[in-house]
């Protein structure tokens, strides 16, 4: 394989990694929204997920890699729509 194909595969592999991770929290979003219940998201799961990629994005700026900055920047967007609507509808219930 050639030095340029090797990178391709390299690259592709590291697309399709992204993709899956940003795509992942869509199914969770969507059911959260439309039922208008979070009741059986964990709390501290998303919590630990939201610093999670608050700090791979932190470094994926310090590095200057934008590929890493971007997925992790749209994840930590999806992550903390589900945490703030976990908050919110958790809240909501209560009153």
């Not at 501290?44 to 997920?49: E, F, P």
């Not at 470094?59 to 908050?87: D, E, F, H, R, T």
Request: charge should be positive.
């Amino acid at each position: 394989m050639t030095a340029n194909g090797g990178r391709l595969l390299i690259d592709g592999l590291g697309s399709a990694a992204a993709v899956c991770s940003m795509v992942s929290f869509a199914p969770q979003l969507i059911k959260i929204w439309r039922e208008k219940d979070a009741s059986s998201v964990s709390l501290r799961m998303y919590l630990v997920t939201v610093t999670g990629f608050t700090l791979w994005l932190s470094y994926g700026l310090v590095i200057g890699q934008w590929p890493i900055a971007v997925s992790n920047a749209v994840c930590l967007v999806m992550s903390g729509a589900i945490l703030v609507l976990k908050l919110r509808l958790d809240r909501k219930g209560r009153a």
